[in-house]
DNA sequence: CTGAAAGCGCTTACAG
DNA sequence: CTGAAAGCGCTTACAG
């Protein structure tokens, strides 16, 4: 193990000179730089991290917790988050886990191996974000935002971007349509369906609740969901699921059923991910800016580290209607 | 924040007592041990990593290493190794990134940040390989497998995969096929074509190097593939594809072309993603045994930490054809 | 069984 | 501009 220590007797100088040299203090003459420079390369020195941390109390390593859920939006998520810590020199610990084990991130905050936590999963009231709120741990709430809650939150305009969807169903003369919900109370979900109902408002038009299915964030949910919105007396000639994977869901049923999609039904979904532009499944949707939301997770993340005291911010990135074949493309005559 | 002397101080013993009841040592005199216990609790106290990192040299962390690919297979196996690591009671540190951007992982185990690396999707010649060969840390490769070099390797076994592909499809009375391939020179890619290959000579059958596409491993290049295979002057009446990415590219292309799976054309997928079994697919594939695969993966990278001269093994898990809608899944008349 | 002490490898005030 | 030294919070031989 090389430690600064062999490159100070490398150079010629004392161990802390070699640290100045690191730190790229301004306090070391030029000559002597280039000595420590030069035997830093022959020694073939890495700092030992956790040397540096123990004075330092920083890390540059901060935590994700996300749920073992089945969307392959989370996924993309953790890409983009990757990409944004990678670029502010932030190395990621993830836990893959939701409920008690999701304490483990605010155990390692308080063993210093992470300076603050990025949750993307989580729900009011869960003993990971309860525990991080008393410790007064950094951290971050993204794509899931909880009301009320003082603390930093990025997540797209949900309700915006559901409120699209419902005009254009309206505009396309869709009078009975159908909405296929996740789990009520995360926040993604309730955001979609509110804002999808007052855009129908918007055009004059309700929706009555036997056509709202409530169920999962799964694919097998869509499926039943879509036979159940077949099921009634006046079935659904559009329906908007409050994600893509649902969508996928309802696809797969509606084959099942025999039904055209789109000339028998229209189908939106929300996210835009990336097996949505597929020709198999050529979803309409509504994109996320997730690299945006990313970037700017990690920066209120890292500001807050730095000032613990700063103002809570919730930002909100808008998002796009992108519309494919699962409805009709096409200029109405 | 709270350290093992303020929980010295409270159970009124000196800072090394706290730590031996920590260790679970046996020299503490059983109403030590319960005051120190007492005091813990009342503190809040949890250990500092960096400290013990220090005096034990040992992190509990793990790297992974994972490209930014868009396979879905790849998150599943991050799923899969999560839960091993977590078994196993240690922390993951990722980096999603290829290329150079692998070093930071060799990086971290010189600063002592990690104690092992996991490649998932590293290559033969890759700089970060090389550079961990060098430095002899301990690493693991997963569902990648480089012959002739000498390291702990966990694979499923492709070859038999496949073999049993080439067969199936033999015995139903295809007698003209086609493979979609991704990369050539990655080992899944070259051990399932082969395996295909040597499972179509066990039934007599050769298959022309035309008949074989290339490309990458997306479904942009699964659809382009189906479009040769088709203009072909025999086109193939089953395809397999070396992955099920390519292969949902492949079912795209045949909607597009007018072509009726299975009716028209079989379609055979690998890794029995989660997706895959979705209604609206319905690939028939070959599943791996993804969570054995991770639980060997983590044991061995931990075996190899512990010590450093054990001989290196190659794993192969045995993986197995599902039949689905992508093929004829009733019995030949 | 318990305490005092050394030391892991850094960073950074304190002298000079 | 540079060095000697303190100290971050642990673990673990060394005494007793």
Known sequence: MVTSRDVARGAGVSQATVSRVLQNSTHVRPETRARVLTALKEVGYTPNAHARAMRTGRTSTIGIVMGRVTNPFYPELLGALGQALSDASQRMILWLSEGPAELGAVEAIHGHTIDGVIF??????????????????????????????????????????????????????????????????????????????????????????????????????????????????????????????????????????GLNVPADLWVVGYDDIAMSSWHCHDLSTVKQRLDDMAGATVELLLARIADRDRNPTTLRFPSQLAIRGSTDNKPTG
């Open 120 to 257: 993307t999963t989580v729900r009011e009231g869960s003993v990971a974000l309860e525990e991080a709120i008393a410790a007064k741990a950094p951290f971050v709430l993204v794509n899931r935002v909880i009301e009320g809650l003082r603390c930093d939150q990025v997540a797209s305009d949900n309700f915006e971007g559901a409120r699209a969807v419902a005009r254009y169903f309206a505009q396309h003369g869709h009078d009975s349509v159908g909405v296929v919900c996740g789990v009520p109370g995360i926040s993604t979900n309730d955001e979609r369906l509110s804002g999808f109902i007052a855009g129908l408002k918007d055009e004059g038009q309700t929706i009555k609740s036997r056509n709202i299915v409530t169920g999962d964030f799964t694919h097998a949910h869509g499926m039943r969901a879509l036979a159940k919105l077949m099921a009634l007396k006046v079935p659904p000639t559009a329906i908007f699921c409050v994600n893509d994977l649902l969508a996928f869901g309802v696809l797969s049923g509606a084959g099942l059923h």
